[in-house]
């Protein structure tokens, strides 16, 4: 049989513990959650010149106003997942420089009441200077990734935390800020056993679940989205396979 998901549109500090999340775990936990967040910084891309393009590429995400806003919506959604993960779980959760002084002091001091340990902050670079301010020299070219841990799970192999896999362009992406299936695969690959249930409590477009699909493994994910289409997005990619894979 292959993969199983499931994917529920709602506000996920709601939808954890829902009926049909009870009903799809079936007793089972998490062995990792690899999410990618609002991360405070009210973001919106300057890709699109002409009205459609606008319309299509420069969309706000929900709850990413300001980061402290960003924050407590991820504690809020923790405090409801923490119960559903399992004794060893590991957790990957996207950032960015810009509020990494407010994440990591959060990650770092509040996840322990979770029982999860901030390990690691990994670089994505993404091989690409972003469209951004062309007032200045220098594009970021990088996302950071906290790897975080709930007991110890055993190590298969170390590699080193800085992974290079090109960013979706813009222009052929279907979330404004959607990361590549090849980046999640790496990560979850690292962290999963062949029965290892995955979850994206931020899935947007559903990335970590294609990736957890590719792999084999089960995964569940929310989007709270009704407005752009995200949530339709994720089970077509989920319903065709790579087609929309870009
Ligand atoms: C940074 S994006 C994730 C994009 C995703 N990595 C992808 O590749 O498509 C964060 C997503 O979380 C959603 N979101 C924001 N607040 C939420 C909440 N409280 N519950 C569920 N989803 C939420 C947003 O609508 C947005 O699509």
Redesign the pocket.
Known sequence: MGARFLTLNG???TQIGSPEWDEFLDGRKFDCVCT???YGIAFKSTFGKDPIAKEKYQQE????QDVETAIA?FDE?MTALAPYLADTCELYIFSKWTVEVEWHEYLRTQMPKFGIELFAKLIWENGYPGLGDLKYNWGCGFEDIYYLKRGLRPVPSRRVGVIHVDKVRPGTNV?P???PTELLKILLSYSCDPHSVVCD????????LVAAKELGLDSVG????TEHG?FETMNERLRVGGLLDL
Do not use: L, V, W
């Open positions: 506000d996920c500090r990618d967040p609002p995400i929900e709850d990413d919506t959604a979330h800020t959607q990361k409590p931020f899935a947007g477009s559903g990335s970590t929310i989007e709270k989205d995200y």
